[in-house]
């Protein structure tokens, strides 16, 4: 179940999303950030964290273990 605290850019007032691997924000989802629910809540991952870790993104493993 995704935690409904957690904002969805989607959503009215959530405009900026960060990135969690980084720090990096965004104004509003830019297509080609990664979104992963973990523990119920949304974890966003901008272009170059992506591409970093897309072995383990592909494999789902949780953010922690990379």
Not at 23 to 51: I, M
């Amino acid at each position: 179940m995704v935690d409904e605290q957690t904002p969805h850019p989607a959503q009215p007032g959530a405009e900026n999303v960060v990135c969690s691997r980084c720090g990096a924000v965004a104004e509003g989802t830019p297509p080609t950030w990664t979104c992963s629910v973990e523990s119920g809540r949304r974890h966003y991952f901008c272009d170059e964290c992506a591409r970093a870790n897309i072995r383990s993104i592909e494999g789902r493993l949780d953010s922690s273990w990379w």
